[in-house]
């Protein structure tokens, strides 16, 4: 604790971008964009599904995606210390990829 501005900081360790409890969030925000999102666009304009039968879906889906647009910034634009590691975003981005694929094995989306 900094007895003259009387704040203290957490060790860097735990805050840092690059401890691995990013890769849940980042993965969590990846989903949400590329699966919930996109997937339902490309049904909607493609004809498989009307905008009325899917608009609380996509509702929802846009709402978690303009919520996690910081982390889609930390993970793109940022080129500060506050950005997410490159390598981060590729695990994410693979298991992401790995999830999608055994659901859709699974599922037979």
């Known amino acids: 604790m900094n007895k003259e501005k009387g704040t203290s900081k957490a060790p860097l360790s735990l805050v840092s971008p690059r401890a691995p409890m990013f890769v849940p969030l980042t993965m969590a925000a990846l989903v949400n964009l590329l699966i919930s999102f996109l997937r339902g666009?490309?049904?909607i304009s493609?004809?498989?599904r009307s905008m009325e039968e899917w608009?609380?879906?996509m509702f929802i889906a846009?709402?978690?995606v303009v919520n996690c647009l910081p982390i889609y910034e930390a993970m793109?634009?940022?080129k500060d210390k506050g950005r997410i590691p490159t390598k981060t975003t590729i695990i994410s981005a693979v298991l992401v990829y790995a999830l999608y694929?055994?659901?859709s094995f699974t599922l037979k989306i």
Request: no cysteine.
């Open 76 to 78: 793109v634009m940022r």
């Open 101 to 103: 694929t055994a659901a």
């Open 46 to 48: 493609r004809g498989r």
């Open 62 to 64: 846009g709402f978690v």
């Open 41 to 43: 666009i490309i049904k």
């Open 55 to 57: 608009f609380i879906e």
